[in-house]
């Protein structure tokens, strides 16, 4: 029985022993199928929720459904060459609607009315009744108009902090710095090259952020910017022009100090912005130059060989060519030598310079300084030269003294650094650049002995005493030297004697040029009744102006020693 009862008690076991890890074993199986079913659930909404984002990325937005995240783009700091800022981001606000929640669109009109009285009615009536979900109504509010305007307490209504562009000095480098649009993306100047320089990819992107936006920095110095705006504003008014302008290079690098024309605009109001009147005239106006061109034309024919400082061009008569008489204004009647034929600024003169290098030399020459091709630098608003299709002797002529062709006048003033800097051509840039940079791209243009004769030419024409046009231009103890350029302007297809373009351009201290100035006077009228309306007259005293305000701040120090009358360099 004992035996009998051992078998059962083990068969009983063996038989528990099977059911109990059956149990086990199924179990254990749904508790995997669970967990596999919860991951593969997790999983699925996980990728549908990523494939949304994905769609949403690339999806164009809905015109109304909402602002887009590039209009809160921040931009960098734009400062001057001493840091000082010219341009920055601020927080605005900016007042938009959800036209489903607005109950009466006319009641909420009037009310916001109240506030920004100049709000057009019918535009935003429509918008309110468009039954969209999200309206922009103004951009970029004030402080004092977000707070009237949450007062009104308008159900439908909300503000966006957005980014709006700040100039701290208002029009003062107005051309220079340049303009954004509404939604902080660079329109104009400066403002549009660092958006091409690849702000607009990182805009896009939505990686601007400010933190690791280092600012940018210009080569203009603000204080001698402020100088130079100063001035032709005064210039403007004082000879009753249409514009004035004026530039300033360094001579050894090709940075600008310091550009403005006048009439211009501000940047944080630039509601004229885009008149015709108000383009920057420097850089983006072209205009026959003058007397000024005589610079070049002297430069090249003693640059040619043919010539030296001693030759002699006679003077005596008109030269007739076709229909057209070449006449000196002033003209000495006589046989003058080439430092003559410049600081008298004969037109004679510079026509026989020009007819001893032939109209191809000539054409290729002002190719070579860089007057006839539109001229390569940061800015985007430059403009190009214009000439004769074909040139014949007639233009050869009357280009020699600065009629015929038209260029800007920063390719004038650039052109002028070469002539005064032992004659290399370099880009004008508006970034800092050391020397040795700026050499490393420069272009030999002229012998360095062609240098030496035109600064001596410039400073002859700027001494007192010497009969040069350039008299009023000179500052006690910075040796400035120059030449002046009155242009007939066109008039109903003929020259007119009574409506003027008038140029300076200078350098200092001409026994070292450190500086180019160039000013220009657009239409000038007599200062007084009685008084002529030339370039001596109005364009040389604001470089006069500008150098004695600007150069202590530029570090030229004042030598008072070399006020000597300046001595002949040799032509050997």
Do not use: C
């Amino acid at each position: 029985m004992i035996g009998n009862w051992r078998k059962r008690s083990q068969s009983t076991a063996l038989s528990s022993g099977i059911v109990v890890d059956g149990q086990r074993k199924t179990t254990g199986g749904r508790s995997r199928t669970r967990l596999l079913m919860t991951m593969t659930v997790f999983f699925g909404l996980y990728a549908a929720l990523t494939s949304r984002l994905v769609h949403l990325a690339v999806l164009e937005p809905e015109e109304g459904a909402g602002p887009q995240s590039r209009v809160t783009a921040s931009r960098p700091d734009l400062v001057d060459r001493n840091g000082e800022v010219l341009a920055t981001d601020i927080k605005t606000a900016s007042l938009f609607a959800e036209p489903r929640r607005i109950v009466d669109a006319d009641e909420a009109i009037e009310k916001l009315a109240t506030v920004l009285p100049d709000i057009n009615y019918e535009q935003t009536y429509n918008k309110l009744k468009s039954g969209a979900g999200f309206v922009w109504l103004r951009r970029q509010l004030t402080p004092a108009q977000q707070a009237e305007i949450m007062n009104l307490g308008i159900p439908g209504f909300g503000f966006r902090t957005e980014k709006r562009r700040f100039y701290p000095g208002g029009s003062t480098a107005a051309h220079i710095v340049g303009l954004v649009n509404v939604d902080n993306q660079g329109i104009s100047g400066m403002e549009k090259y660092i958006d091409d320089q690849g702000l607009a990819d990182l805009q896009a992107s939505g990686l601007a952020i400010p933190r690791d936006l280092k600012p940018v920095a210009l080569s203009i110095d603000l204080r001698v910017q402020h100088i130079v705006h100063d001035e032709i504003t005064r210039a403007l008014e004082r000879y009753h022009a249409i514009a004035a302008g004026a530039v300033i290079l360094n001579a050894k690098t090709g940075e600008v100090i310091a550009m403005a024309s006048v009439p211009d605009f501000d940047p944080n109001n630039p509601f004229n912005a885009h008149e015709k009147d108000r383009l920057n005239r420097i850089a983006a106006g072209t205009y026959e130059m003058g007397s000024t061109i005589k610079s070049f034309t002297t430069a090249m024919a003693l640059d040619s060989g043919k010539v030296d400082m001693n030759s002699t061009f006679d003077a005596r008569r008109p030269i007739t060519i076709g229909r057209q008489t070449i006449r000196d204004f002033h003209g000495k009647g006589r046989v003058l030598t080439l430092p003559e034929v410049f600081i008298y600024s004969s037109n004679i003169g510079s026509a026989r310079e020009a007819d001893v290098v032939g109209i191809d030399g000539h054409r290729e020459f002002l190719h070579r300084m860089g007057l006839l091709d539109r001229v390569k630098t940061e800015l985007p608003e430059t403009a190009r030269p214009s000439e004769p299709k074909t040139w014949k002797k007639v233009h050869s002529i009357t280009i020699s003294f600065g009629h015929g062709m038209s260029t800007t006048p920063l390719q004038t003033a650039v052109g002028a650094v070469a002539l005064v800097n032992g004659g290399f051509l370099m880009n004008p840039t508006f970034l800092p650049r050391t020397e040795a940079e700026a050499m490393a791209n420069a272009t030999r243009v002229v012998h360095a002995q062609t240098s030496a004769s035109m600064r001596y030419l410039y400073k002859l024409n700027a001494t007192k005493g010497s009969g040069g046009s350039g008299a009023r231009a000179a500052v006690p103890g910075y040796r400035v030297g120059g030449k002046t350029g009155t242009a007939e302007k066109v008039v109903n297809g003929r020259y007119s004697s009574d409506v003027r373009f008038n140029a300076f351009l200078a350098a200092f201290p001409m026994d070292d040029p450190q500086y180019v100035v160039l000013s220009i006077v657009d239409e000038p009228k007599p200062e007084k009744p009685g008084m002529a309306a030339t370039s001596g007259l109005n364009a040389a005293p604001v470089v006069h102006n500008i150098i004695r305000r600007a150069a202590p701040l530029l570090g030229v120090q004042p030598d008072f020693r070399l006020e000597e009358e300046p001595l002949l360099v040799s032509s050997q």
